[in-house]
């Protein structure tokens, strides 16, 4: 089956940088697309970025550029999300996401991880 | 970009049918999936493709799709299914994956 095991929470300081990782089992790894996905305290799912597992691009969301990095170990099909010069704002959690392609050109996400909280704190 | 609106909260006694909308211009030309999401868990998939069900869910959760509106259907509601749901949508132009910002269904 499917799953998707990220790793444990992080207490980082405000202008530190977090990286959390993300290991995939249960499929090809370098068959689908993996997304990031984050949840603050409280608010709704903000999408990050993505990343092909296979030829490791990415692609991310305007408000996370210059940020945000993403990386993938083909070797332990897991995927690394780093972002940096973390501020109070940053506090949330975050999810790795399967994505998969449906009609009409569209997009969907099939299986998530578990979550990994951040928390941004002095 | 896509904004896509939903209802903060819906309330429903158990038994009954509930009905969560998702609004934007247009958004009938689009394909819509739909996530549930229970309080300390990650989001589960309940919709995709406007209509489709992914293996497990139950019968009672469908979904349409037309004009300026999509709309999750949970039938027979049980107090289960309390939870916040999501739409998701693929905005090409920009090549954003855009949430709604969520609604909380309660069961009365």
């Known amino acids: 089956q499917v799953q998707l095991v990220q790793s444990g929470a992080e207490v980082k300081k405000p202008g530190a940088s977090v990286k959390v990782s993300c290991e995939a089992s249960?499929?090809?790894?370098?068959?689908?697309?993996l997304h990031w996905v984050r949840q603050a305290p409280g608010q709704g799912l903000e999408w990050m970025g993505v990343?092909?597992?296979?030829?490791?691009?990415?692609s991310f969301a305007q408000k996370f550029q210059g940020r945000i990095t993403m990386t993938r170990d083909t070797s332990t099909s897991t995927v690394y999300m780093e972002l940096s010069s973390l501020r109070s704002e940053d506090t949330a959690v975050y999810y790795c996401?399967?994505?998969?392609?449906?009609?009409?050109?569209?997009?969907?996400?099939?299986?998530w991880g578990q979550g990994t909280l951040v928390t941004v704190s002095s | 970009s896509y904004v896509l609106t939903q209802p903060p909260s819906v309330s429903v006694a158990p038994g009954q049918t509930a009905r969560i909308t998702c609004g934007e211009n247009?958004?009938?030309?689009?394909?819509v999936h739909w996530y549930q999401q229970k309080p300390g868990q990650a989001p589960v998939l309940v919709v995709y493709?406007?209509?489709d069900r992914p293996s497990g869910i139950p019968e009672r959760f469908s979904g349409s799709n037309s004009g300026n509106t999509a709309t999750l259907t949970i039938s027979r509601v049980e107090a289960g299914d309390e939870a916040d749901y999501y739409c998701?949508?693929?905005?090409?132009?920009?090549?954003?994956?855009?949430f709604g910002g969520g609604t909380k269904l309660t069961v009365l």
């Open positions: 996401a399967r994505g998969r392609w449906g009609k009409r050109n569209s997009y969907y996400f099939d299986y």
């Open positions: 249960g499929y090809t790894f370098t068959s689908q697309y």
């Open positions: 990343i092909n597992p296979s030829a490791g691009s990415t």
């Open positions: 247009n958004i009938g030309s689009k394909s």
């Open positions: 493709d406007d209509s």
């Open positions: 998701q949508v693929w905005d090409s132009s920009s090549d954003h994956r855009v």
